[in-house]
Structure formats: C-alpha cells, structure tokens
C-alpha cells in the first residue's frame, strides 16, 4: 500500500488546476479526454512545465482532448515513477482516491501498467474507502468506545468552535540584528565578518540573489525577471552581488 504525499503532480490537484486554465470543469475532464486517441506529449513533474507544453500545444491547434489525455498521462507517469519506483507490481490492483472518477486517469493507469482490465479494477466505494477502512477496523475492536454519529459531529463542532494556533511550532526569530535603516544598510562603515556566502534562486520567471556575511547579515539582495533568457540574466545578478569590494578568497557559492 503507497501514497504520494511528496509531490502535488500526481494528485488531482494537478487536473484541478490543469483544467482551470483550460477553462473546462473538471467533472467533464475524463468524458472529454475518451474522445482523444493520440494523447498530447506534456511533462507531468511540475505544474510550471505542464503549463508551459499547455500553452504551446493551444498555441499550434492541437485538440482539447488530446491535451487533457496527455494531462492524464502525466500524471500517471509521475505516480507510478513517485510510488512504484522500477518495481513490478503484481495484479489485482485497487486504484483509489477521490480522483479515479477521472475515466482517462484509470484509462491511463490501465495502459502504464499494462494488466487486463479485470486486474486493475476502482472499488465501488474508492472514493471513501479510506474511512470505510477505519471503521471496519474499529469493528473488530474489543472493548473500544463506541460514539454515535450524533456525539461525533457535536465533538467536532466544539472542537472547530475554539480558536487554534496556526502552527504548533514556536515562531520564528532572528538571531542576529537586523539593520533596516538605508544608512546602516550599506556596507563603508561595515567589515563583513567571514565567510561571505552568495546564494542563488533561478526560478521559471525570474532570478533572485542574496550575500550575506557569517553572522548572517544581508549584504546585498538583487532580484530580477529572467526575460526568457535566465543565463544572461543570471550572469547580471551574480555580478550585482559580487560587485561589492569584497575579498573574492572568502567569497562562497
């Protein structure tokens, strides 16, 4: 038995968000894809490069259905490398969750897994089977309490009536001064404490940069839009941030 809860890729999220930019609800997304029999090529890792392939599949005329099946493969083909890892799995298989009343993502999984349709079945209860797992287990309990459902929702609506902490761990604080005024901002009057440490965030859109000393101050921050040209504009921020006078022999990336 295997979950992903590592990337948001290959749950139904994805297809949510997918179909939102294609401006077809979702509950139509699987009926739509069926009609499709040369599923789009869309890279299925990150939501960023799927929108990307979206965007130039539109652009060149290629079919609603054809995008949302290759949508749909995607995701699986992101599934199974996240939970399946080259191993071989063995038949029957249960696919469950909220997000096999997609037909084209089982139609999908079905193909990738390549069994008969018999081996690879959705339950008829898939999309609760979590709880229903749950229950059952609680059934063969002895001696556990018993709760009406009565009791149970009044338990919950006086548990959700009583604010709560948005976060059980402590708040964050800095460990060193941080000095925010333009003039204790600059560095004449400053000798930064070795080692210095460049760090380097070069995102689908734009690249940020930041220095900073080994007590943690900032010494300079620069932060741009790539322009399409990430490289040359990453050539630009590495140079901003080093054109400081620094000593280059305690300088680090």
Do not use: W
Request: glycine share 8%; charged share 20%.
């Amino acid at each position: 038995f295997r979950m992903n809860e590592i990337c948001a890729a290959g749950t139904g999220a994805f297809l949510d968000e997918q179909a939102e930019r294609l401006g077809i609800p979702v509950e139509s997304f699987g009926k739509l894809a069926s009609q499709s029999s040369n599923p789009a090529s869309i890279a299925g890792r990150c939501a960023v490069f799927a929108k990307t392939d979206m965007i130039h599949l539109a652009q060149e005329g290629t079919p609603i259905p054809d995008i949302l099946l290759g949508l749909a493969d995607a995701l699986v083909r992101n599934y199974m490398a996240t939970l399946i890892k080259g191993d071989h799995p063995v038949p029957l298989i249960s696919l469950q969750g909220g997000v096999m009343s997609n037909e084209a993502v089982v139609r999908a999984f079905r193909h990738a897994l390549g069994f008969r349709p018999n081996e690879v079945i959705v339950p008829q209860y898939f999309k609760v089977l979590g709880a229903l797992g749950c229950a059952e287990l609680a059934s063969y309990r002895s001696g556990a309490q018993n709760i009406s459902l009565r009791d149970l929702k009044k338990a919950v609506e006086v548990a959700l009536s009583v604010p709560r902490p948005r976060s059980f761990l402590k708040p964050l604080k800095l460990s060193y001064d941080v000095q925010t005024s333009n003039k204790a901002s600059k560095l004449e009057n400053y000798s930064p404490v070795a080692p210095i440490i460049m760090g380097l965030d070069i995102g689908s859109v734009s690249v940020k940069g930041v220095t900073i000393d080994g007590t943690g101050k900032i010494l300079k921050q620069d932060y741009r839009f790539s322009r399409s040209s990430p490289m040359e504009v990453l050539t630009e921020v590495i140079q901003s941030l080093a054109d400081q006078n620094l000593q280059p022999n305690i300088i680090s990336v």
